[in-house]
């Protein structure tokens, strides 16, 4: 198995997964709990269904060179983003993920609209449904680009499943453990492990698309989370000392 | 145009990422083509993601403050 794909794909799933767990509480707490299920069960599918037909499509038809080259590319603008955003926030200038209030907010709504029954409802269903899916989805896109572009090296695609689905499984189990909002679960910290994680393969999977090679082959994969990661704390701390004279001019003013 | 956009902030939802990223490709491809410039190809792609990184959280910097 390809451990560092696995790895990458369960950190970010892990994260993706957390946050749609917060909607299916909302639709279990709520509404019923057979609704939610229903919705998520029916959401997984549609996922799985994705990744295997995309997945397959694009390992076998697509050649390698050319796969590395457009899924490093498109990794190094999503893991980007996600630095950003984890840069952001530890930096204080954009609000954490607060899975308590998106808890309590969607909850709100839910009342509102005074739904509440025993059996399956079309509209929890769809709520479940949606919020799996669409957090799912960025799941499947780092499964199949990760596994995809790992496919040279072995079972790439099922690496990046497996750790997709060990922690699905987890947030699961914990979630039924706690029947609350995940709000412990260091986000944050998460989206900056998986967007360094991203920016870091999908470089070196760049320059590989383009023939280019790195010292050390693939052993370089750690100098190059090294040098993000370093710049990233660089950053961070750049940002948070910009920030100090301007919260000092407004005190004075 | 809704669906380009939905793309759009799926995969990166920055202007100046896409951007920074899409020229960087292109400077790559170039350098490809000059022999004595190969071995650098992994070195550029690394200043130029950080710098597109920098240039992306200083706006945000400058339009919060």
Request: net charge positive; proline share 2%; charged share 15%.
């Amino acid at each position: 198995m390809v451990w560092a794909v696995a790895i990458a794909s369960f950190l970010a799933s892990a994260v993706e997964f957390v946050e749609a767990f917060t909607i299916v509480l909302v639709v279990g707490v709520t509404i019923n709990w057979r609704s939610a299920i229903a919705g998520s069960i029916a959401a997984a599918v549609s996922l799985a269904a994705i990744i295997a037909v995309f997945g397959t499509a694009i390992v076998y038809y697509v050649p390698i060179d050319l796969l590395r080259l457009i899924v490093g590319f498109i990794l190094i603008l999503f893991g980007m983003k996600w630095l950003k955003k984890a840069i952001l926030r530890y930096s204080g200038l954009k609000a954490l993920h607060d899975e308590e209030a998106i808890f309590e907010e969607t909850m709100a709504e839910m009342r509102a609209r005074g739904e509440v029954t025993t059996r399956i409802l079309p509209s929890a269903v769809a709520l479940a449904f949606k919020a799996v899916l669409l957090e799912g989805m960025e799941v499947a896109f780092i499964v199949i680009t990760f596994g995809s572009s790992a496919a040279a090296q072995g079972s790439g695609i099922a690496s990046a499943a497996i750790g997709a689905t060990v922690a699905g499984l987890l947030v699961l189990l914990v979630g039924a453990l706690v029947r609350s909002p995940l709000k412990q679960v260091p986000e944050n910290t998460l989206k900056f492990v998986v967007g360094i994680m991203l920016t870091t393969f999908g470089t070196f999977w760049t320059v590989e698309g383009l023939h280019g090679s790195w010292p050390f082959a693939d052993a370089f994969l750690l100098v190059l989370a090294a040098i993000y990661l370093l710049a990233s704390f660089a950053f961070i701390t750049w940002l948070k000392g910009q920030q100090r004279p301007a919260l000092a001019q407004q005190t004075a003013k | 145009m809704k669906i380009i956009k939905a793309v759009y902030d799926f995969l990166v939802g920055d202007m100046i990422i896409l951007v920074g990223m899409a020229l960087a490709l292109l400077l790559l491809t170039l350098l490809q083509t000059i022999e004595a410039l190969h071995s650098y190809t992994g070195a550029v792609l690394v200043v130029i993601t950080l710098l597109v990184l920098g240039i992306t959280l200083r706006r945000e910097l400058v339009g919060r403050k």
